[in-house]
């Protein structure tokens, strides 16, 4: 299972298409398609083998969930309560008997001012469903870019990102209520002390320097954490030509 930020589904379809080849992942969730409903490339998608299941917007935002093997069955499409439904950045399906959660969260910047209160009060609305997930008891994963670097060792040069918004201490205390409330972070759980990134600027050869951040995760809930053999961030995507500023992000689950 994995989840990549494709800064644009169809501008970068070769890319996405060449991954998914590579890898071969079973699910796929998918945040910043920047496509309306009817411009998402479901027919090269399914050629490719995925069956679709997508939320989209035109020129901004968007999500998707793909599967490769089993059926997606829909369970949700938008985040309860959230404070501007016309976002698409939530969309939720049963996938191979996992509860699979696809999340854009906002960015937040410039904060402050309204985009700032806007990740807030998401970040709220968020924290109430996922107690509810949690409460069903299913096997269940929030993927996706959370817009959030949950500690200093997530970042390259720590004290430049101090009065970002994917920084802050209450965005932090955000997530960080996730772990505390039973989410499992897939990715630093089996790689405590490892520099690991997922978005790399385009500006200032980031890429080339790794001056990175984390902000793209994969939550098990306390039913599917036993199940988590591997994690890992596949790098080397975003040094393809034309990539996104994200590299895709995977798990392995054992079969339950």
């Known amino acids: 299972m994995a989840t990549f930020n494709v800064n644009g589904i169809n501008g970068r379809l070769p890319v996405l298409l060449r991954w998914v080849a590579e890898a071969q992942p079973d699910v796929v969730c998918l945040q910043e398609l920047k496509a309306p409903q009817d ?22 935002n968007g999500v998707a969930i793909l599967a490769r093997t089993g059926t997606i069955q829909p369970t ?7 404070p501007d439904p016309t976002q698409s950045r939530y969309l939720e399906a049963a996938v191979n008997g996992v509860l699979v959660a696809c999340l854009y969260l906002p960015n937040g910047n410039p904060r402050p001012g309204p985009k700032y209160a806007y990740k807030l009060a998401w970040f709220d609305a968020l924290l109430a469903h996922a107690a509810f997930l949690l409460d069903s008891g299913l096997p269940v994963v929030l993927a996706g870019d959370f817009n959030v ?15 970002d918004a994917l920084f802050t201490p209450e965005i932090r205390d955000r997530f960080a209520r ?8 897939a990715l630093r759980t089996l790689h405590l002390d490892a520099d690991l990134y997922t978005f790399w600027d385009y500006l200032r050869h980031s890429w080339s320097r790794n001056a990175g951040l984390r902000v793209d995760h994969l939550l098990l809930s306390p039913t599917l954490t036993p ?10 995507v975003r040094g393809w030509g034309w990539a996104s500023d994200h590299g895709p992000v995977w798990i392995e689950l054992a079969e339950e």
Do not use: C, M, N, S
Not at 149 to 163: F, L, N, S
């Open 39 to 60: 411009k998402f490339p479901a027919k090269a998608l399914a050629e490719a083998g995925y069956q679709a299941l997508w939320h989209g917007q035109p020129r901004w």
């Open 76 to 82: 949700r499409r938008g985040l309860p309560d959230d």
């Open 149 to 163: 670097i949950p500690t200093p060792a997530d970042v390259y040069k720590p004290e430049r990102w101090q009065d």
């Open 178 to 185: 996730l772990i505390t409330a039973g989410w499992t972070d």
């Open 227 to 236: 199940r988590l053999r591997a994690a890992a961030v596949d790098a080397h």
